[in-house]
């Protein structure tokens, strides 16, 4: 699987999810000060770049999402560079 193709299933997989679950996954695998840092940084990026209503509250968000998707990577591709 491609990194492109993970990124599509994450994102399915996210929008098919009960919030309820969404909750579970994060607070089982980010730690709370980056949930924190990607909300600041998020509002801090948005005012500087004019960013402003249903966008800028979405970059938290997509921030998280990028982050999930990059530690879903290392988790599936640490286990095939051990073997060698």
Known sequence: MTRSELA???ADLFSD???EDINEMLAKNVPFETLEFFNAYGEQFG???GISGHTQ???PNLLLLGYI???LEERLIAPETSDH
Request: overall charge positive.
């Open 8 to 10: 599509w299933e994450l």
């Open 17 to 19: 999810l009960p919030i």
């Open 47 to 49: 005012k500087s770049e």
């Open 57 to 59: 509250l979405r970059l």
């Open 69 to 71: 998707l990059r530690v």
